[in-house]
């Protein structure tokens, strides 16, 4: 799945706060998706956010990371590329943001990355996990 991810073109890799806000309202009050894909009640809620460079509102982005947190989601990011902000990548990604941030070079190197990425979300070793990708394009 991940080596079929293409970075979108023009300047949709700058709506970050969309995205998130997307992300959240899915994982945290999508009925529709959870009738589609029922969710196991221990099940995680997580939000992995890939992103290239900084967001076009990095204040905006801070608080829809924030929302999503608080509402005990856990925020996965995965910097790609040499303009990803550290800074926001610290301001949006879980506490501690070290144990929730993963950097690539660029987007040929996500592969690798998958099963890093795959095992810190599920943190054990026979995860009996449901897991659903949503690609979101703002």
């Not at 925020?75 to 144990?99: H, I, N, R």
């Not at 040929?108 to 026979?126: D, W, Y």
């Amino acid at each position: 799945m991940v080596g079929s991810i293409r970075p979108p073109s023009g300047d949709h890799y700058k709506y970050t706060s969309d995205a998130l806000r997307s992300a959240r309202e899915i994982v945290l009050d999508g009925d529709e998706l959870r009738r589609s894909y029922p969710r196991p009640l221990a099940a995680r809620r997580v939000i992995v956010l890939i992103s290239g460079g900084p967001s076009d509102d990095p204040r905006t982005t801070a608080v829809e990371a924030l929302a999503a947190r608080d509402r005990g989601v856990q925020v996965f990011v995965v910097g790609v590329g040499p303009f990803t902000s550290l800074q926001e990548v610290e301001t949006v990604a879980s506490d501690p943001w070290t144990d929730f941030t993963f950097l690539v070079e660029d987007a040929r190197r996500l592969a690798p990355v998958a099963g890093t990425l795959a095992a810190s979300i599920c943190n054990r070793e026979h995860c009996r996990c449901s897991c659903h990708i949503i690609y979101l394009s703002t």
